[in-house]
Nanobody, 114 residues
Framework: QAQLVASGGGLVQPGGSLRLSCEASVTIFSRNSMAWYRQAPGQERELVAYVTKGGSANYDDAVKGRVTISRDNAKNTVYLQMNSLKPEDTAVYYC????????WGQGTQVTVSS
C-alpha cells in the first residue's frame, strides 16, 4: 500500500492555478512535518515548502507569495495551492516528510505552458 499519494497536477497556462493534494499514511502524517518537493527535467529534487505538525509553514524563495501549503490532520492530507504559475514551475511534484525522508511515492506532473 502506497504511503504517499500525490494528485492534482496538470497542464495550466502561465498565471493559472493548481491545487495539489497528498494523502499520507496515518503513521507518517501524524508524526512529521510534511513537505512538497519538485524535480524539473535534468535537475535535482528541491524543497518547495513544508508545514509543521502545528501548521507553521515555510517556503522556498522561488515560490514565496505564490504558494500556500496546508495540512488537514483529520484527513492525513497535505495540500499545495499554487497561484500565478510560471513556466519554471514545471516539474514533477512530490510530497514527503520534512527531515528524515520516507520512501518516495508517485509524484504528480505540473506543466505550465501556453
Amino acid at each position: 500500500q502506497a504511503q504517499l499519494v500525490a494528485s492534482g497536477g496538470g497542464l495550466v497556462q502561465p498565471g493559472g492555478s493548481l491545487r495539489l493534494s497528498c494523502e499520507a499514511s496515518v503513521t507518517i502524517f501524524s508524526r512529521n512535518s510534511m513537505a512538497w518537493y519538485r524535480q524539473a527535467p535534468g535537475q535535482e529534487r528541491e524543497l518547495v515548502a513544508y508545514v509543521t505538525k502545528g501548521g507553521s509553514a515555510n517556503y522556498d524563495d522561488a515560490v514565496k507569495g505564490r504558494v500556500t501549503i496546508s495540512r488537514d490532520n483529520a484527513k492525513n492530507t497535505v495540500y499545495l495551492q499554487m497561484n500565478s504559475l510560471k513556466p519554471e514551475d514545471t516539474a514533477v511534484y512530490y510530497c514527503n516528510t520534512f527531515g528524515p525522508l520516507s520512501i518516495w511515492g508517485q509524484g504528480t506532473q505540473v506543466t505550465v505552458s501556453s
